[in-house]
């Protein structure tokens, strides 16, 4: 399995936590199969193209499955960071995974379907799509449609960082269970902030869908646009904290 070549090479260990799941749990071989199947789904199309035609339109979603390809891989990885670390297989983390594993089921189709929109329309595309019989229809007829899809987009987006919140503040409860030392309750701490300021960028676009109403969900979308300035910022500051920890310790 992919998490145990993972383990043998220390993959997305750091230099001063601790593993504390070295061997795969159940769990984690059903995660492994609920998210293969997730990017089973999100495969840009399941027939050989019979034509050239039928390739050149297989190819044109390529971008869109990458993209939502490599989202779902960051959440996987930051599930395997959270068992390895931590170990944890009680009750409270199966319930937790599990709320992860339907959100992540749940949430493919809206996530292929808005990059799918997003990369047709970003590479002078219409946002059109070909139906089965022929027929050339938009993706999106409206704003309110275009709306709906943001706030579905925005709840998934926080159901899931929402769940990291929740994993990471279950094993820091637990922190003198796992003997966590003065840096690994600091990481915790950092990876617990760090999703919840996923969940607060999602919130702001929900906001910004409340306020300006469906006219605004350009604008809602484009709240997403200040991840890489939150995360950047935030890990100079809580970069800056862990080495004069560390230099304390």
Not at 31 to 57: C, G, N, Q, R, Y
Not at 119 to 143: A, K, Q, Y
Request: net charge positive; charged share 20%; glycine share 10%.
């Amino acid at each position: 399995m992919i998490r145990e070549k993972l383990m043998e090479g220390d993959l997305g260990r750091s230099g001063d936590f601790r593993w504390r799941g070295h061997e795969v749990s159940r769990i984690e071989g059903l995660s492994d199969a609920v998210f293969a199947f997730a990017i089973t789904l999100l495969v840009v199309s399941l027939e050989v193209p019979k034509t050239f035609d039928e390739l050149a339109e297989t190819m044109h979603g390529f971008g869109a499955f990458l993209i939502s390809f490599a989202l779902l891989f960051f959440v996987w990885f930051g599930q395997y960071k959270f068992f390895r670390r931590y170990g944890l297989r009680d009750t409270i983390t199966v319930v937790l995974n599990a709320a992860l594993l339907f959100v992540v089921l749940f949430y493919v189709y809206p996530l292929k379907f808005l990059f799918t929109f997003l990369v047709d329309r970003f590479t002078g595309g219409h946002g059109e799509v070909r139906l089965p019989n022929g027929n050339v229809v938009p993706m999106i007829e409206s704003n309110e449609q275009m709306a709906s899809l943001m706030t579905i987009f925005n709840l998934g987006y926080l159901a899931v960082f929402g769940v990291f919140v929740l994993l990471f503040w279950h094993a820091y409860r637990k922190r003198d269970a796992l003997e966590l030392n003065e840096l690994e309750r600091f990481d915790t701490r950092e990876t617990m902030l760090e999703s919840a300021l996923n969940c607060g960028i999602a919130i702001v676009s929900l906001l910004v869908l409340a306020v300006g109403g469906v006219g605004r969900a350009g604008l809602a979308g484009m709240a997403y646009m200040l991840t890489p300035v939150v995360m950047t910022l935030n890990g100079k500051f809580m970069g800056a904290r862990r080495r004069k920890l560390k230099a304390r310790l």
